[in-house]
């Protein structure tokens, strides 16, 4: 879990024990370095090893993110990206998966400054590179969920932006990359969102929390695919 203290933000890592209460792992609490305000967090394994690593999204006004590496006796805090790698400020949340089809994990991260996307293709050692430009959404986009919406077989992302009151539809092609962002209207401020099938009729749906309203929007899902 991530802990968000401003510039100074750790990531810990609890053991269960059996009995349902937990500890710190060895090498937890993991020090994100200075100016780093951890917030989002997903595990994958990225340096092919069968072991879960993690991903930690930066909220901070800067453009660096950090992968954490599970070497069983601690956690491994590797070097920060930099900015030639990393595109634009607070890249806040972070999706893990084959986003590109060939077996070995990347993640995306939004970029909650930047009002973007970004796709890393991972190569299997932990290190990761940026083969695509940038994708544009919203203003402050604070929150994604990841799912097939249209049933292709491919991942794809919804982006709500907290700052424009709607939210962008990423349909992803299997390649890393994704068609052109679908802008759906909400009008609200959402700070919440969970892809599932709510109608029972095996399409994904979208569920949005409303931050200014107290409420929940349901997208249903009509299409065909």
């Known amino acids: 879990m991530t802990n968000q203290a401003a510039g100074t933000g ?22 994100m370095g200075a100016g780093y305000t951890s917030y989002g967090i997903d595990v994958a394994d ?6 879960a690593d993690l991903v930690v999204g930066n909220v901070a006004n800067n453009t660096n993110l950090r992968i954490i590496l599970n070497n069983v006796a601690s956690w491994a805090a590797q070097p920060l990206f930099g900015a030639t790698i990393l595109p634009g400020a607070g890249p806040n949340v972070v999706k893990a998966g084959d986003w590109d089809g060939d077996g070995k994990m990347d993640f995306v ?3 909650r400054n930047g009002g973007n996307v970004t796709f890393y293709k991972g190569n299997d ?3 990761f590179t940026r083969p695509n430009a940038n994708i544009a959404v919203g203003t402050f986009p604070e929150i994604a969920a990841m799912g097939d919406l249209n049933r292709d077989g491919f991942m794809d992302l919804v982006v709500p932006n907290f700052g424009s009151n709607n939210a962008h539809l990423l349909i992803g092609r299997g ?3 994704f068609n052109a962002p ?22 994904p749906d979208v569920a949005l929390s409303a931050f200014n309203a107290g409420n929940i929007q349901i997208f249903r899902n009509t299409g065909t695919n």
């Open 109 to 111: 991260s939004v970029n």
């Open 46 to 51: 990225f340096n092919g090893d069968k072991r």
């Open 175 to 177: 390649d890393g990359t």
């Open 125 to 127: 050692t932990g290190v």
């Open 10 to 31: 750790t990531v810990s890592i609890l053991r269960q024990s059996g009995n349902m209460t937990y500890a710190p792992m060895a090498g937890s609490p993991v020090a």
């Open 182 to 203: 679908v802008m759906v209207a909400t009008g609200l401020q959402t700070n919440g969102v969970a892809i599932g099938d709510y109608n029972n009729d095996g399409r």
